[in-house]
């Protein structure tokens, strides 16, 4: 049973940062992926960033010079660490775990989900 739990959401000024943190768990430890995605209302859920079982990093071009995403494998964490944050990263901040990933940044090949963090920037 995979169970995925985000924390660390909050209110920022724009300009602050922020670090979502991921428990996960149930999950196989080999040939996975564990992402980061966001949905703000009226929007499509995006994908923004992404760490794989050998520790490579991806990254949406939007993010990436101001995300970074981390995974502690032991403590079956992952962390995505959020600077200079903008009024247009404000959205609901999933993390989503899955294998076999093809394309590591789309919704659709992730089967295991988070309730979510809110996001809010002013």
């Known amino acids: 049973h995979v169970q995925l739990v985000e924390s660390g959401g909050g209110s920022v000024q724009t300009g602050g940062s922020l670090r979502l943190s991921c428990a996960a768990s149930?999950?196989?430890?080999?040939?996975?992926?564990l992402a980061w995605f966001r949905q703000a209302p009226g929007k499509a859920r995006e994908g923004i960033a992404v760490i794989d079982s050998d520790g490579d990093t991806a990254y949406a071009e939007s993010t990436k010079d101001r995300f970074t995403i981390s995974g502690d494998i032991a403590k079956n964490m992952v962390y995505l660490q959020m600077n200079s944050l903008k009024p247009e990263d404000a959205a609901m901040y999933y993390c989503a775990t899955g294998s076999g990933v093809i394309l590591p940044l789309d919704s659709n090949e992730y089967n295991h989900w988070g309730q979510g963090t809110q996001v809010t920037v002013s």
């Open positions: 149930g999950y196989h430890h080999s040939a996975y992926c």
